[in-house]
């Protein structure tokens, strides 16, 4: 774009703006241009930098800066797209012809908006003729609908020139009648600009003036020049009233001149124009004929019923209150019944295509209802059952009191020109086809790529349901190299299909050329085992086309024979039913197969060609890939080096916890011993000292004056005292005991690693012996309060694993938590520490991979200081580690993942936030697990 300024888009909407093929201005709120990105093909008539810093208004016309300036301002203020469709010179030329825009302006913040310009003359213009025709169409349903309207002629002749100045934009049309008394032409109707039936023109001699020549010569005069048109009497009128076309057109009926219908306009006529006008003349004089001529009114009829005929056109008429239909006889000629007996109306609607009822059903509905008129295209089932497409045309009559009191219309049978239609579909859709190829041949010498664009576009042609590419081998057997299928066909490109019966009989008639058309499977006189295969693949009509293949063989460097040889067949099947194969189809199809029989050959050329560039490279291949195998080969060495030592380290951690795992055991095991015979005995030792007490007891209570030898030694041992203490002596002995006992069931409960079976186990028994092992490390120490555990234990049942690994993921987990929170402690005095351990069991349905069963989830959160995202990424990688060197190995992590994922092919993740603290979630699958 060329900038004023540095822009202010973002290089993603940069990249959003080059890509609207349209014109792109950028402007300030006050109409001033910014930027400018001229539309691809478009001519600006001021290069894009000549806008740049100067305003709206320098170069569009005042009300049309204006428009735009508001547009703007509604744009920013209620930040909404706003859209403004103008017109502008193609060029600053005098002769510059006029072009349609459309603007969308959209807001770009508070001060700036962007306008996108279309050129939309073409869609304009386009429109412009649907709506010319539309109108077309409608001038001609009223003027035929007026004549079948009661009231006087001439007020009839009043409302067909009102139609005329209503759907022509004509100034105004007037309509003469001949007078054979008098040889005048008398003005009759005249609607528009002038509406007065006197003065000049009310009655014109024949051949006297425009409108005389005309009944004179009994020819149209037609003209989109009418300032310099000699024949205009009076130039100096018809420039000051802005007049520009003309059209004079006798009415006539079998050589016999009616009158003149003519009219004026300020704008030109199109061609079409002045043939809808002949053949409103036409129909103009007609009724005008069967006015004048009561006693004519036989001959007249049968001259409309020639007319209906000719062009296929029947009328009809429907009495609401007692549901009388009128049929025209042409009418009963297009839908094949009898004429004179009419058909009730559920009789017509069955007629009527089941797939066209509903529509047009509705449209007469809402003509019955709203008084609207329709124009619809529908198949009809004639009486002799030939299908047939009608346009139909209906337009509600009112009673005087203003109610719909009955319906009126036409039927013309467009079977030819849907005929003619569908053949010119066709037509596109075989040159879409050969191009379509054609261009896969000219882009690409792939011919995979190819046959496979082939039958692609042939199934959509054919609009069949599968298309397939079969190539012989050598012997004639083959197979299908290339298929297209719908969804609800089975593919049979993977099947073994082996016809003998095909190779046998059906072989030898393909290499002569022969066409395989097979309409209806069940009746066609096919061999059969070759019809028993085409039911198996739920084919029930074939159409096959073979293909050749040019070969030649070079004898000697100037002899060369050429050949062709049947190399496969291009094969459509139909499966939903039997299928009459049209000509064109098949026509289409053997044009298809000779341009993918060059297609192939190319293909093996190319082939060929890279063979053999491939043999001349062949050494400078082999260095190069000599040298790539070393270079590989080294890249391999250093990455096996780097994952020996990944494993070594591994297999030293494994092997060290292992170690561990077995000395701990032993030492609990040991202390076990001596401790459950302490902890067995303290209660014998507690009666046997409560007996001693109680007697000593009895003792001074019988003998409250011992001997003195006795008494100096109770004072020397302070005997109240030891029966005092001696109890809580024992008491202390038992918790100690029972410490020591709750100790050496951690260790054996940690101990557990070298288990080679899967068991069940309880998972909070599990984290509560890892902490027990920890508890040195979470008291309190001299540079950090107690670390705070919070223990959120949900309702787990025992689950099937490895307890001694897992409790190693415990231990590897809540050890890196200790450590991030003694750092946070030294940077923070006042922290305070804290894990929270969570579990719950969360049935499979909460998870995305249901099939995986329940699991089990561990939550340890600690409100250490985290870890960068950039880091998280990679923490299950072995040797990574964030600590200081020496006191990480880096394996810790990994190893824990690959106890949970690949031995319990569970899941484990970390989420951090830097400042706020680390989550570690573990799932363990469960498992049905019976010990």
Request: aromatic share 8%.
């Amino acid at each position: 774009m060329t900038e004023i300024k540095p822009t202010t888009i973002q290089p993603s909407q940069t990249a959003l703006v080059e890509a609207i093929p349209d014109t792109i201005f950028r402007c300030r709120a006050d109409g001033t241009y910014l930027e400018v990105k001229p539309a691809k093909d478009t001519h600006l008539p001021f290069p894009p930098n000549g806008f740049l810093g100067k305003k709206i208004s320098d170069f569009l016309p005042q009300a049309l800066a204006e428009r735009f300036l508001q547009a703007q301002a509604q744009a920013i203020a209620l930040n909404e797209i706003q859209t403004l469709e103008y017109q502008l010179p193609d060029s600053l030329e005098p002769d510059a012809r006029l072009r349609d825009y459309e603007a969308r302006i959209v807001a770009m913040g508070s001060d700036e908006t962007l306008f996108i310009v279309r050129d939309i003359t073409k869609r304009k213009q386009h429109e412009a003729e649907l709506v010319r025709r539309s109108r077309h169409a409608t001038l001609q349903s009223e003027i035929s609908l007026f004549f079948t309207q009661s009231g006087s002629l001439n007020s009839l002749l009043q409302r067909c020139c009102q139609s005329l100045v209503q759907h022509l934009d004509a100034a105004f049309a007037r309509i003469w009648l001949f007078n054979a008394n008098n040889n005048c032409l008398e003005l009759k109707a005249s609607a528009g600009l002038y509406t007065h039936l006197n003065g000049n023109h009310a009655s014109i001699p024949v051949g006297q003036y425009k409108i005389g020549r005309i009944a004179a010569k009994r020819q149209p005069y037609l003209t989109n020049n009418v300032f310099n048109d000699p024949h205009i009497s009076n130039p100096q009128w018809a420039r000051q009233e802005g007049m520009v076309a003309f059209a004079g057109y006798p009415l006539m009926v079998e050589e016999q001149l009616i009158g003149v219908m003519a009219l004026f306009a300020c704008h030109p006529l199109e061609r079409s124009t002045f043939n809808t006008l002949e053949s409103i003349a036409s129909q103009v004089a007609i009724a005008i004929k069967r006015e004048h001529a009561e006693q004519a009114t036989q001959q007249l009829t049968y001259a409309l019923q020639q007319a209906q005929r000719i062009a296929h056109i029947g009328n009809w008429e429907f009495e609401l209150s007692s549901e009388v239909i009128t049929w025209s006889e042409e009418l009963f000629h297009i839908y094949g019944y009898p004429v004179g007996r009419v058909p009730t109306l559920p009789e017509v609607l069955n007629a009527i295509h089941p797939e066209d009822r509903d529509l047009w059903l509705e449209a007469v509905n809402q003509s019955v209802k709203q008084g609207i008129p329709y124009s619809i295209d529908h198949r009809i089932y004639r009486g002799d059952g030939e299908m047939r497409y009608i346009n139909s045309r209906g337009e509600a009559q009112f009673d005087p009191n203003g109610n719909i009191c009955k319906l009126f219309g036409t039927a013309m049978d467009i079977t030819e020109r849907k005929q003619v239609e569908e053949a010119l579909r066709q037509q596109f859709l075989r040159q879409r086809l050969v191009n379509s190829i054609l261009e896969r041949i000219r882009s690409s010498l792939n011919g995979e790529a190819i046959l496979k664009t082939a039958v692609e576009e042939v199934r959509r042609f054919l609009r069949t349901d599968r298309t397939v590419i079969y190539q012989f081998n050598p012997d004639w057997s083959g197979c299908v190299v290339v298929e297209s299928v719908g969804e609800e066909w089975i593919p049979i490109i993977d099947l073994n299909t082996q016809d003998r019966c095909f190779q046998q009989t059906y072989v030898q008639l393909y290499q002569q050329g022969r066409i395989g058309i097979v309409e209806d499977v069940c009746t066609a006189d096919l061999h059969p085992c070759h019809k028993e295969l085409l039911n198996s693949l739920q084919v029930q009509a074939n159409l096959a086309i073979p293909i050749f293949q040019n070969t030649s063989s070079t004898k000697d460097r100037t002899t060369q024979t050429k050949s062709n040889r049947l190399w496969g067949l291009l094969i459509a099947h139909h499966c939903r039913g039997p299928r009459e194969w049209q000509a064109t189809e098949i026509h289409s199809l053997q044009q298809l197969s000779v341009q993918l029989a060059i297609a192939i050959q190319q293909s093996l050329l190319f082939e060929q060609a890279q063979s053999e560039i491939a043999e001349r490279q062949q050494v400078e291949l082999a260095l190069r890939e000599s040298e790539a195998r070393e270079r590989a080969r080294a890249r391999q060495l250093a990455l096996t080096l780097r994952e020996l030592q990944s494993t070594q380290a591994q297999l030293v951690q494994t092997e060290k916890m292992a170690s561990l795992g077995q000395l701990v055991a032993g030492v609990a095991h040991e202390i076990n011993n001596p401790v459950s015979f302490i902890y067995g005995n303290i209660a014998h030792a507690n009666d046997y000292i409560d007996d001693l007490l109680s007697l000593i007891e009895l003792y001074q209570h019988h003998y409250p004056q011992p001997a003195p030898a006795i008494q100096q030694e109770i004072e020397a041992v302070d005997l109240e005292f030891l029966v005092k203490d001696f109890p809580r002596l024992l008491h202390s002995m038992k918790e100690g005991a029972s410490r020591i006992k709750e100790i050496v069931l951690s260790l054996r409960n940690f101990s557990r690693l070298d288990e080679a079976e899967m068991k069940e186990a309880d998972l909070h028994s599990g984290i509560n012996s890892t902490l027990m092992i920890l508890q040195h490390r979470l008291k309190e120490q001299t540079q950090r309060p107690a670390v705070n555990v919070i223990r959120e234990y949900g309702n787990l049942v025992p689950v099937a694993c490895y307890p001694g690994q897992l409790n190693q993921v415990f231990m590897n987990i809540l050890t890196n938590a200790i450590d991030a929170l003694e750092e946070r402690c030294q940077q923070e005095r006042n922290f305070k520490p804290e894990i929270r351990i969570v579990t719950e069991w969360v049935r499979s349905a909460e998870f995305e991979n249901a099939e995986l069963g329940d699991r089990a989830l561990i939550r340890i959160v600690d409100n250490g200081r985290g870890i960068p995202a950039q880091l998280q990424k990679r923490l299950f990688d072995p040797f990574f580690t964030t600590k200081p060197v020496g006191q990480g190995t880096g394996l810790g992590l990994s190893i824990s993942y690959q106890i949970i994922v690949e031995k319990h092919g569970g899941q484990i993740s970390c989420t951090s936030q830097v400042g706020q603290g680390t989550e570690f979630v573990i799932e363990i699958p469960t498992r049905s697990v019976r010990l």
